[in-house]
Every structure is written in C-alpha cells, then in structure tokens.
C-alpha cells in the first residue's frame, strides 16, 4: 500500500502562482509514476501531469508552459509548480501514484482556487 498526502492548496488571483506538494509513504519502493490529477466542480477528472521514475513527463495541453512538475525520489516527493494561474485551473488536486504492478494509489486531494 501506498499512502498520499497532498498540501500546498489555496486561493490565488488569476496570474499568480501555487505549489502544491505530495509526500508518499508505505510501499514507496513500489512506486513508478507519480502525478496530479484535477477535478473542476461538475467535470471529469483529468491529468494535469505525470512523471515517471526515470524523470519522463507529461502534461495537460492546457497547462504545457505554465504547470512544471517535478520529483524528489530520495523523499518520495512530487511537486507541481502552478504559474500564470487562471480560474479553470481551479478544482480539487488529486495526487497519484501507479506501481510496477499496476495498481494507483491516490491522496485525499487538495483545493486549489483561481479567482478572477
């Protein structure tokens, strides 16, 4: 099992700034990607951006330029610098992470507001 706990959420103008943050712990070993998920109220969840162990990333077309993920797997973190922030950016966070088997973990989810 693998446990996620996002943090870093808030409210923002639009054109600013967040970090959010997603520390994991149990089977850590077992992990391969890590990323970030967002649900805006009365959608799908989407991807926002992943990256894998080896450091490959991907990104929601919508925030390519603006969103940086990144990865720290000495302290099992990943992390998703938000710039030039706008409101349909806003939704809940969700951080996950698939193993080698196959299996996604997913954390609790952090919200994240863009004011306009």
């Known amino acids: 099992q693998v446990q996620l706990v996002e943090s870093g959420g808030g409210l923002v103008q639009t054109g600013g700034s967040l970090r959010v943050s997603c520390a994991a712990s149990?089977?850590?070993?077992?992990?391969?990607?890590m990323g970030w998920y967002r649900q805006a109220p009365g959608k799908q969840r989407e991807l926002v951006s992943s990256i894998t162990s080896s450091g490959r990333v991907r990104y929601a077309d919508s925030v390519k330029g603006r969103f940086t993920i990144s990865r720290d797997n000495a302290k099992h973190r990943v992390f998703l610098q938000m710039n030039s922030l706008k409101p349909e950016d806003t939704g809940v966070y969700y951080c996950?992470?698939?193993?080698?088997?196959?299996?996604?973990?997913w954390g609790q989810g952090t919200q994240v507001t863009v004011s306009s």
């Open positions: 996950v992470a698939d193993n080698w088997s196959g299996n996604d973990y």
């Open positions: 149990g089977s850590i070993f077992s992990i391969d990607s």
